[in-house]
């Protein structure tokens, strides 16, 4: 029998041991520009370490994947934290492991909104870009600089997503 996974919605409360969820919350909203801009303010902080490391921003265009998907890796960034933010005004899914013994556990599996982006604290397991439906462009706040900022885990039997019903 595969090892299905199960989808959640994407919450602060649930994703906050593995990052940030990046929204506009009325809570951080300042209002600027006399008046005329809403500012979400502070929503979650880049992080990078190591000499001669900057944050940078990218476009990532994923493709969509294809169901029943079979998820059969993880990986982490031990040098620098890791934004998506959708910028085509599609949900998204993410999965994400908690740390066991230096390698992943069980994936965690969350449907983000269109309006939703997150930020995978530095070290956090997590699985490469998952585009639903259609192609789709994410902003992506990386590092940048000298070292080896990525390692990936292979599971031996891969868990599997059913089609997803959002």
């Not at 199960?6 to 593995?18: H, V």
């Not at 269109?114 to 997590?126: C, E, K, L, P, T």
Request: hydrophobic share 40%.
């Amino acid at each position: 029998m595969p090892n299905i996974l199960s989808i959640q919605p994407l919450t602060d409360e649930a994703f906050a041991p593995f990052g940030d969820v990046i929204e506009a919350r009325p809570s951080a909203m300042r209002l600027i520009n006399g008046g005329t801009t809403e500012r979400y303010h502070a929503l979650s902080a880049p992080e990078v370490i190591g000499e001669g490391a900057r944050v940078i921003l990218n476009i990532f265009r994923g493709q969509p994947r294809a169901f029943p998907y079979a998820l059969g890796m993880m990986e982490r960034h031990p040098l620098g934290s890791q934004s998506f933010t959708p910028l085509s005004g599609r949900p998204f899914l993410l999965a994400v492991s908690p740390d066991e013994g230096g390698v992943p556990g069980r994936p965690l599996l969350f449907h983000a909104q269109a309006h939703q982006g997150v930020n995978y604290h530095r070290n956090v397991w997590h699985h490469p870009l998952m585009a639903i439906g259609e192609s789709s462009d994410f902003l992506v706040a990386d590092r940048d600089g000298p070292g080896n900022n990525l390692e990936e885990y292979f599971f031996v039997h891969p868990f599997v997503i059913l089609e997803p019903r959002l």
